[in-house]
Nanobody, 119 residues
């Protein structure tokens, strides 16, 4: 049974930082690309960042580029999202997701962790 469990969300003031973690189990972690997505109230889920299986290739949404950093530790089956210079518009539920290397769609999703940025 595959599980993705996010943690690290919370309430932070604008300009602050948070580090999200996503612990994976039930899969061979190094065979999966990992992504972070978010969904704000009343909005559709949107892409935030992703990492290939090794961490050697990453990408970011324009809205977070230069502020967020994705990383992964394959020995710990964990992917991270370091979020700096947070803005109120970053407020959302953040989800991690996994897809097999070279596949198109994310297949496994976590339950999400709430990030709230106050102004």
């Amino acid at each position: 049974q595959v599980r993705l469990v996010e943690s690290g969300g919370g309430l932070v003031q604008a300009g602050g930082s948070l580090r999200l973690s996503c612990a994976a189990s039930g899969l061979i972690f190094r065979m999966y690309d990992m992504g972070w997505f978010r969904q704000a109230p009343g909005k559709e889920r949107e892409f935030v960042s992703d990492s290939n299986w090794s961490g050697g290739r990453t990408s970011y949404a324009d809205s977070v580029k230069g502020r967020f950093t994705i990383s992964r530790d394959n020995a710990k089956n964990t992917v991270y999202l370091q979020m700096n210079s947070l803005k109120p518009e970053d407020t959302a539920v953040y989800f991690c997701a996994a897809k097999l290397v070279n596949s198109k769609n994310y297949f496994y999703w976590g339950q999400g962790t709430q990030v709230t940025v106050s102004s």
